[in-house]
């Protein structure tokens, strides 16, 4: 009787999501992998994929939550990170080997570096990495790289509101560095924002350093680090785990009524006078589902009552 009250009692706690903060050296995969263990649930999922060489946050989807997985990685990451200018990698970051090289002989000017890096804001192509996970023909870029294989890699196109200098430009040898903050959409690479704002500034470049200081609402300052975690679940102290509601992402929030709460309960469409595709309904401060545009009425999707 003991086992099996003890497992009701963490299921009940195991809903919600962590704001993780990943390690460097880790993957996105490693850190799902590593808290199903500690928290004994194979109910996990992470919202955005971040590279093994970059630490920040990381929002992991726990129980029902994983529901939400592809909300919370439509919401806008921001990061901070540093621009190296003088060479250039195959990684497009500071693992990689020396592809070109472009010494800086004098120093830059502030200004056209601001105005290249005015002119990568709002929506533009990109054109990811080989060293990626974006997969072409079924197999994962980076493979092909491994393989010393190189292929034609889609164009995507990807909105970045806010990017700006964050220090003065620094000199050491024949290098320029500068530290930067980016706000973005999801699926954006900064290592090729790097690289892109490198040529307009005629120069070979590759992002030295990247921290994720933003992700689904969550900042890095509360994350939680994996052993943080496991010593608060020995203690059975479960208040790392934060509520649905933030894993909505950009999702416009309506409040249904009571008579709207049961159609929704029971799978019928519902009337609701909005132009957005989808929308998290409400009740209270409780989310009751996902409401998908189906013409002049909306569709249950995925519904959150119990």
Known sequence: MGNISEREIRKQHMNGIINFKKEAGMTSHDAVFKLRKILKTKKIGHGGTLDPDVVGVLPIAVGKATRLVEFMQDEGKVYEGEITLGYSTTTEDASGEVVAETPVLSPLDETIVDEAISSLTGPITQIPPMYSAVKVNGRKLYEYARAGQEVERPERQVTIYQFERTSPISYEGHLARFTFCVKCSKGTYIRTLSVDLGEKLGYAAHMSHLIRT??????????????????????????????????????????????????????????????????????????VAILEKRKDQFKPRKVFLW
Do not use: C, T, W
């Not at 790392?240 to 933030?246: A, K, S, T």
């Open 214 to 287: 933003s992700a689904a609402g969550m900042n890095l300052a509360d994350a939680l680090s994996l052993d943080q975690i496991a010593e608060r679940v020995a203690e059975e102290d479960y208040s790392f785990l934060q509520p649905l509601e933030l894993g909505i992402g950009d999702l416009l929030k309506v409040e249904l009524s009571d008579e709207q709460v049961e159609d929704v309960r029971n799978g019928r469409f519902i009337s609701l006078v909005s132009d957005e595709a989808e929308l998290a309904g409400f009740y209270g401060e409780k989310l």
